[in-house]
């Protein structure tokens, strides 16, 4: 695994990519080249995913920044489990 600071999409392959807080492609600069690299198999027909912005941060914490900075709200998979997941442990458990 490694991960890549990702700016705003301001590269054209980069905007045509939805975001996700599970992705499963990454971009990688490989010298002048930008890459997009699978990090899992992905199905026929799924949607390529990359992540704007550091999917290690909590949820909330996400959810701050992709709406600050990019002016829309996740609705990935991982934000919907934990949305539940929180609703279920109760705010102050909703560390992840
Ligand atoms: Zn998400």
Do not use: W
Not at 26 to 36: H, P
Not at 59 to 87: G, I, P
């Amino acid at each position: 695994m490694f991960s890549v600071s990702l700016s705003p999409p301001s590269h054209p392959s980069m905007s045509l990519l939805n975001h996700s807080c599970d992705p499963n492609c990454v971009i990688v600069f490989e010298g002048r080249q930008l890459l997009l690299r699978s990090i899992r198999e992905i199905q026929i027909g799924e949607e390529l995913t990359i992540s704007y912005i550091e999917s290690l941060m909590p949820s909330s914490e996400r959810q701050k920044h992709l709406k600050r900075q990019y002016c829309f709200e996740c609705n990935c998979l991982l934000c919907q489990t934990q949305e539940k997941l929180c609703l279920a442990n109760g705010p102050q458990r909703c560390m992840t």
